[in-house]
């Protein structure tokens, strides 16, 4: 799973809006955000790039730290 949708409201940005700078369609940028499917490393990296976040951030920890 992944976070993409809340860093993007985090910086109020729109899904559209990564869509467009991905060159991607707004439906795929859609499931990525409502983890129906998921990028790609290569794509998720790209993400970041974009956000200007460490991809970890996109990330949902699997293993809760003790």
């Not at 910086?11 to 700078?21: C, F, V």
């Not at 060159?23 to 499917?37: A, D, P, Q």
């Not at 200007?52 to 996109?58: R, Y």
Request: net charge positive; proline share 3%.
């Amino acid at each position: 799973m992944n976070r993409i949708k809340e860093v993007l409201n985090e910086q109020g940005r729109k899904q559209a809006w990564l869509a467009e700078k991905l060159g991607k369609s707004y439906v795929v940028v859609t499931n990525y955000c409502n983890n129906k499917s998921q990028p790609t490393i290569e794509t998720l990296r790209e993400i970041a790039f974009l956000l200007d976040v460490d991809v970890t951030e996109l990330l949902v920890p699997t293993k809760i730290k003790s």
